[in-house]
């Protein structure tokens, strides 16, 4: 999983996936350790004692318990909650309560567990969802657990019906791998269930995107409204669908502009011409609409929107655009449509970069937002006076203890906000949760309104209070909120609460990044106070008799009393860890290419191999892909030992499902479960299952007495077969 630039990544170079299920869901540990690769993030995966869901979630010393960093999975398929040998009306009703016991129990979790959990109900067996009597029961658990968890601060749901949608596989379960290893699913099925579960990790702790910018031009439309003329574009159904995406999208707090090489008014004219577009001028932020670079226009409309390249998506047509704009602005993410538009919608629903774990009203209300601060920045620009301006704002700021039900708004801030961000400590729901019950924190919000309109949530105030001053461990406000003195109202509000407490003063700690001079600067400007360094942080601390009476005023302080300048070149821009989003919409968007890839990368493994024992035969081969994929371990020789290699008991029975998946041949435990079982003993067993004609005893003796025949004796055997067939006898 991918994070932004924090305290916390120099400490834990390594994500924690911790998983706790009610079944045998060992099978899907090759998914998540491949998707750990793909993602550049290493995976410390960890599994909990089997069917233990509830005493993991309480045990204080627990897997749960000790996930420090990184996420916390619940694996629970319904029907083994009880362990019923058949369903009646009491059994499922014991059911049902277990399953408000355990989201019970989830629910309180996030108070004493430092990790996330990300909880899935996963797909009942056949038999079970054929009964209309358990189909019904399962529902209802559905939506105790969707209601319980699902708003619940620090708890993600997904649920099997999701993961059908998103990654459909045919045959999900395997009644041998269940009977013989209470391993309910089949390969395809665990890539499927790892994916979804990865991808929606992903979502909680990647920095998030804010903006997409698209082309016009057989992109937003078929056809070159230039030479068409407006009327003449059209809009095919991929590109519909696009529309309808964008609205989505632009619904969940995504802002739309346009970065497009068109004279303005062909475009304006063109959206004019089609009323029945889905997507229509209004519903964009802003626009670069001329035949500058792209890259350029990217960071033009960073600069008014005033946020980060780095939260730019840019969706084009033409691969060369979309190469330039990686070159000229490397911080935005470019995504080049497929040349089969076809493949447009299905390609859109798998960039993981448009993934929204939480949507909260202010991101439902973004774009009129930032409507009303472009607004605020024009009128600001003819006032007469920036004095009489604010004056004639008649801010609003309403100031008050974080209510639970904004606690998701709280950490989203944390995550999004970068120039006003006195310490740029990102917090998830759960971080903060566990903060605020330590009984020393408190959590302040600001909602605003001014005469352009409501702004919603947008500053925070995290703070310790000690017993000689009340320490800011967090102050951010969003870039929308800033310029009309909202920050000082908060500061001013805080300095009261510290003074009802008979605390004196007020102490702001800044880390200073490449984004967040803003918020230094609003620090200096006070004018009163003192500014000492205390290792990584500037601490500033001013006495809460006089901060009380701050207000916004004119900042008279110049650049150099604001910032020293500094001899050296300025740093570059933090540019975001790339994921390679493109490429897994285009070629791990299937559960088949996922297990595909999984088994190409163990079989690349073994490729190197120059041991004169080395797996030789189609079989050795394609069985020690298998064992190295199991094991972890490369089989690079016919002699390794499965159970020297870490093989156990469960890794026996999966050897048993993949033998068959993959060879169409159905061993017995007896088969692989020795303690001699070797490579190459376990190909010849496959080999002579293949053949059908005898058993693996004869098999390997006749191969014996092949090996001990000479050259000569082969070649004389071979003639006679050739005249054998020439003469029709068999």
């Not at 993600?156 to 309910?184: F, K, M, S």
Request: proline share 5%; hydrophobic share 40%; net charge negative.
């Amino acid at each position: 999983m991918n994070e932004s630039n924090n305290s916390h990544q120099a400490h834990h170079p390594t994500f924690r996936v911790a998983v706790s299920a009610n079944f045998t869901a060992e099978p899907i540990r090759p998914v998540l350790a491949f998707w750990g690769r793909v993602l550049n993030r290493e995976l410390d995966l960890r599994f909990a004692p089997y069917d233990q869901i509830l005493q993991t979630v309480l045990d204080p010393s627990g897997e749960f318990a000790q996930n420090d960093h990184g996420v916390n999975l619940v694996l629970c398929r319904y029907e083994d909650l009880g362990h019923f040998e058949s369903y009646s009306t009491e059994s499922l009703q014991r059911l049902e309560e277990i399953v408000q016991e355990m989201t019970g129990a989830l629910r309180s979790a996030p108070s004493h567990l430092p990790a996330p959990i990300l909880f899935c109900l996963c797909p009942p067996s056949p038999e079970f969802a054929a009964d209309p009597a358990c189909a019904a029961s399962l529902e209802r658990a559905r939506r105790v657990i969707a209601h319980t968890l699902g708003e619940t601060p620090g708890i993600q749901c997904i649920d099997y019906t999701e993961i059908d949608r998103t990654y459909p596989v045919e045959n999900q379960h395997d009644a041998e791998g269940e009977r013989l290893g209470r391993i309910p699913y089949t390969e395809q099925y665990f890539a499927a269930l790892g994916t979804a579960l990865v991808r929606r990790a992903q979502a909680m702790f990647m920095p998030p995107y804010k903006v997409i910018a698209v082309d016009c031009d057989n992109t937003l439309w078929r056809g070159i409204c230039g030479e068409d003329g407006p009327a003449g574009v059209t809009l095919d159904a991929p590109r519909k669908m696009l529309h309808q995406f964008l609205l989505e999208q632009r619904e969940a707090g995504m802002l739309l502009v346009m970065a497009s090489k068109n004279n303005e008014q062909d475009v304006f004219d063109t959206f004019a011409a089609h009323p029945e577009f889905p997507l229509q001028l209004r519903h964009f932020t802003a626009w670069r609409l001329n035949w500058e670079s792209k890259a350029g226009n990217l960071s033009s409309l960073a600069e008014e929107l005033n946020v980060g390249l780095d939260t730019f998506i840019f969706l084009d047509d033409n691969p060369k655009e979309c190469a330039e704009v990686a070159d000229g602005a490397p911080e935005a993410l470019p995504l080049v449509l497929p040349e089969d538009i076809e493949e447009l919608p299905d390609f859109l629903h798998h960039i993981w970069a448009f993934d929204h774990p939480v949507i909260t009203e202010e991101d439902r209300q973004r774009s009129t937002l930032y409507a009303q601060t472009l607004e605020f920045g024009r009128e600001i620009k003819r006032a007469t006076s920036l004095e009489e301006f604010i004056a004639g704002l008649n801010l609003r700021v309403d100031f008050q203890a974080l209510a639970a039900e904004r606690l998701g708004r709280v950490a989203q801030l944390t995550q999004r906000t970068n120039q006003f961000n006195c310490t740029t400590v990102r917090r998830n729901e759960q971080e903060i949760q566990a903060l605020l019950a330590d009984g020393r924190y408190r959590c302040f919000t600001g909602e605003v309104s001014d005469r352009f309109g409501e702004y919603g949530l947008v500053g925070v105030l995290i703070v310790e209070r000690r017993e000689s001053e009340m320490r800011v461990d967090t102050f951010l406000l969003s870039c929308r909120a800033l310029g009309r003195g909202v920050e000082h109202r908060m500061l001013s509000a805080l300095a009261e609460e510290a003074l009802d407490h008979g605390i004196y003063t007020v102490t702001v700690a800044f880390r200073p990044t490449s984004k967040n001079m803003p918020a230094r600067q609003f620090l200096d400007s006070i004018g009163f106070g003192t500014v000492e360094t205390e290792g990584d942080e500037i601490v500033y601390r001013y006495p809460a008799t006089e901060l009380q009476a701050l207000r916004w005023k004119p900042n008279r302080l110049n650049a150099d009393e604001v910032a020293p300048k500094s001899k050296s070149k300025p740093k570059a821009p933090a540019v975001r860890r790339f994921v390679e989003f493109a490429r897994i919409a285009h070629d791990l968007r299937t559960p088949a290419q996922v297990v595909n890839e999984v088994r190409r990368q163990a079989q690349a493994v073994l490729a190197n191999s120059t041991a004169p024992d080395a797996p030789a035969s189609d079989v050795e081969r394609r069985l020690a892909a298998i064992w190295t994929e199991l094991l972890e371990r490369p089989a690079t020789s016919v002699n390794c030992n499965f159970f020297d290699l870490g093989g156990h008991s469960l890794l026996a029975v999966l050897l048993l499902m993949r033998v068959k998946e993959e060879f169409g041949v159905e061993l017995s435990v007896d088969d692989v479960y020795s303690g001699t079982l070797t490579l190459g003993e376990l190909a010849r067993t496959i080999e002579a299952h293949q053949l059908g004609a005898m058993d693996a005893d004869e098999y390997h003796a006749l191969l014996a007495e092949i090996e001990g025949l000479s050259d000569e004796e082969v070649q004389a055997l071979l003639q006679q077969e050739e005249q054998a067939g020439e003469s029709g006898q068999h």
